[in-house]
């Protein structure tokens, strides 16, 4: 509410995210007998309530599962930003190796070790399956991460990123020999980000002219126009024209923009914008966690994680980059781009504002300006553009958590045990467009079926779909009659 005046604190909010709409149980009678679930059906005939739809509970719980997962993504980011400066020429698959190399769960574990924090740790002496943590290791390992994964969000948001950093490499190197070591991990994360493009802008060419007006209409000038160019660069745009042994086409192993000849050897990872969409997906994760965390002030965990992964899916992310005027700027050698709707300019959109992220992370670092200015983009072209509507009409629930929440909830309320799984029916289509048919199962039963571009597309339709049958989709209001108020 400090960050958020205008926002409504957590009480008034229930009301928006979980109105009591009960629902008669007389029509999911009827789609579960047509689905042969006959059992589920008689176990509800002995039941005498209704199902509302999908409750969140509010409540004010002082343990540590909100800060939890705000600590996961402060680490992420730290050891994201390390990793990105440590290895200036690895690719993604580099780096992402030399993250798990300092976050996971064996090492946050001796982490927590190392600082004492289990002996300062309040839990019970049962997980929740009903086992003794004294006889459970592995359970022991979970809760000593989980304790140094809410101690790192207590000090980012008391302290900020820097003290996050400082804090993880004495745990990386704890030891007095290990000096160096430490020094020269916090002197990379602070070291300015030189970008191998180092050309000026160019008003004459066309694409630095969008980026350019992208820069006049976001607000946001660049120090260093090639990171902005690097971001907005795919690397389809890097072609081998005539590379002996490697014929024509696109090849991952050509070094040069297509026309300036062939040579051998592999690309440079930096001229494009694979690298920085991989830092600006753990400054997304966090920015929006962040966000989360403080539009619900008062909740538990569930609508911080609910709503945080409503704001960062694919299809937010390329409204906001279009909005942004972001599509006129990527420069790509894909002639799919163009075809609006395609996957292939959907990923592109999306990989594109998340490299802007990173760059505008890394070209405001210096000045110790990375995140906010990160957490202000966001907030603006983003969060607050879809957090009401999100809110409003309930889409903070994707379909098929939407379907396992309601089997979850039927099960509590009768006893009958239902349980979802989907299974590919059917794919057709060229390489480059497949087609996935997708059926959705309750207990063995086929309930509903859809198709998308991909397996996870389809999923989602074929839940839609299941939900709609069982008639526990969210009912459109009715429009008022003329004249009606």
């Known amino acids: 509410r400090r960050l958020h005046p205008g926002r409504a604190p957590a009480a008034a909010l229930v009301e928006r995210l979980c109105p009591a709409q009960p629902r008669p149980l007389g029509r999911l009678r009827e789609a579960l007998r047509r689905c042969g679930l006959a059992k589920a059906v008689s176990k509800l005939d002995r039941e005498t309530h209704c199902l509302v739809d999908l409750p969140l509970a509010f409540a004010v719980e002082p343990h540590n599962s909100r800060l939890e997962a705000l600590g996961d993504a402060v680490l992420s980011v730290v050891a994201s930003h390390h990793a990105f400066a440590a290895f200036p020429w690895g690719d993604e698959g580099v780096l992402s190796d030399a993250r798990c190399g300092v976050i996971g769960t064996k090492l946050f574990a001796l982490f927590s070790l190392q600082l004492g924090l289990p002996a ?91 980026m350019a007006a992208f820069e006049e209409a976001s607000g946001i000038k660049f120090r260093h126009f090639g990171l902005l160019r690097q971001a907005f660069t795919h690397p389809s745009v890097y072609h081998a024209v005539v590379a002996p042994g490697l014929g024509t086409g696109w ?43 403080h539009y619900f002030p ?68 210096p000045l110790g300006l990375g995140l906010a200015a990160v957490k202000a983009f966001t907030a603006a072209t983003l969060f607050e553009e879809e957090t009401d509507a999100t809110v409003d009409e309930r889409r903070w629930m994707d379909p098929k958590a939407r379907l396992q929440h309601c089997l979850n909830e039927f099960s509590a309320l009768t ?30 039963a086929l309930v509903a079926s859809a198709r998308g571009l991909s397996i996870t597309d389809a999923q989602m339709g074929a839940a839609l779909r299941a939900l709609e049958s069982l008639h526990l989709a969210p009912e459109e209001p009715e429009e008022p009659e003329e004249g009606e108020v």
């Open 120 to 210: 300062l740790l309040h839990h019970g002496d049962r997980t929740p399956s009903g086992a003794l943590y004294a006889d459970a290791t592995d359970k022991r390992e979970r809760l000593a991460m989980e304790c140094l994964e809410s101690f790192f969000g207590a000090i980012y948001l008391d302290r900020g990123l820097g003290p996050c950093r400082s804090l993880l490499a004495r745990l990386v190197f704890p030891l007095a020999r290990d000096l160096p070591l430490r020094r020269a991990w916090l002197a990379a994360a602070r070291r300015p980000y030189s970008p191998p493009d180092t050309a000026p802008r160019d008003p004459e060419a066309e694409e630095d002219a969008a």
């Open 251 to 293: 090849h991952p192993s050509a070094r040069v923009p297509l026309g300036h000849g062939a040579v051998a050897g592999g690309v440079d990872p930096r001229l494009h914008n694979q690298r920085l969409e991989w830092l600006g997906d753990a400054l997304l994760n966090l920015a929006a966690c962040d966000f989360a965390l």
């Open 298 to 365: 008062e909740s538990h965990e569930e609508p911080v994680t609910l709503l945080r992964t409503a704001l960062v899916n694919n299809a937010v992310l390329i409204g906001a980059a279009v909005r942004c005027g972001m599509h006129r700027c990527v420069r790509h050698k894909d002639a799919l781009f163009e075809e609006e709707g395609s996957r292939t300019r959907g990923k592109m959109l999306a990989d594109a504002f998340e490299a802007f992220l990173g760059a505008l992370y890394l070209d405001r670092q």
């Open 415 to 444: 006893g009958a045990r239902l349980s979802k799984t989907f299974e590919l029916l059917e794919e057709f289509g060229p390489a480059h467009e497949r087609m996935y048919v997708v059926g959705c199962y309750i207990n063995g």
